[in-house]
T-cell receptor
Framework: KQEVTQIPAALSVPEGENLVLNCSFT??????LQWFRQDPGKGLTSLLL?????REQTSGRLNASLDKSSGRSTLYIAASQPGDSATYLC?????????FGKGTKLSVIP | DGGITQSPKYLFRKEGQNVTLSCEQN?????MYWYRQDPGQGLRLIYY???????QKGDIAEGYSVSREKKESFPLTVTSAQKNPTAFYLC?????????????FGPGTRLLVL
């Protein structure tokens, strides 16, 4: 059974800093790896989807990488802003469902 | 605007009562999902449906039921058999099977027990 782990559980950084969020998964037979953002009390917003055949995806200040052989994905956020403060979740995709990590709560301090 | 709507935003359940959470999407997506989110835990899959009139149990289906009579609607009933229903419930949809496509989420329903 797929297990997804995110470390750290919480992270606090000063505004403008570049940062990396980590995601690891136990079953490398994933179709894709998805990153989401969740604001307090809200639903999830999709950020990036990396297909299993890809190594990375970029959207604006966000860059996500995938290394299936090591069971790892990272989300890189450049030049962080206070508006980036949220919980970031990664999810490994099987045939019919996503398996989520517990998330990393990011606080960007002005 | 295309998207997923969930109602109500807050729902209160009395002991022994069944309650139904609504989920509607106008994205023309085939697949729909229900997740439960508890504090400090990731999302856990309750039920999913890949097509109208078909649905499958997820990891924590006990005490819940669903129907999929229309493509755009996937209501979730929390039955009295669910002994710990207090949680944040999220509905999602995708254009195709969940493992292949981006999932889009609704704003959630918070269920509280009186």
């Amino acid at each position: 059974k797929q297990e997804v782990t995110q470390i750290p559980a919480a992270l606090s950084v000063p505004e403008g800093e570049n940062l990396v969020l980590n995601c690891s998964f136990t079953d490398s037979a994933i179709y894709n790896l998805q990153w989401f953002r969740q604001d307090p009390g809200k639903g999830l917003t999709s950020l990036l989807l990396i297909q299993s055949s890809q190594r990375e995806q970029t959207s604006g200040r966000l860059n996500a990488s995938l290394d299936k052989s090591s069971g790892r994905s990272t989300l890189y956020i450049a030049a962080s802003q206070p508006g980036d403060s949220a919980t970031y979740l990664c999810a490994g995709a099987g045939s019919y469902q996503l398996t989520f990590g517990k998330g990393t709560k990011l606080s960007v301090i002005p | 605007d295309g998207g997923i709507t969930q109602s109500p935003k807050y729902l209160f359940r009395k002991e022994g009562q069944n309650v139904t959470l609504s989920c509607e999407q106008n994205l023309n997506h085939d697949a729909m999902y229900w997740y439960r989110q508890d504090p400090g835990q990731g999302l856990r899959l309750i039920y999913y449906s890949q097509i109208v009139n078909d649905f499958q149990k997820g990891d924590i289906a006990e005490g819940y039921s669903v129907s999929r009579e229309k493509k755009e609607s996937f209501p979730l009933t929390v039955t009295s058999a669910q002994k710990n229903p207090t949680a944040f419930y999220l509905c999602a949809s995708s254009i195709g099977p969940g493992g292949h496509e981006t999932q889009y989420f609704g704003p959630g329903t918070r269920l509280l027990v009186l």
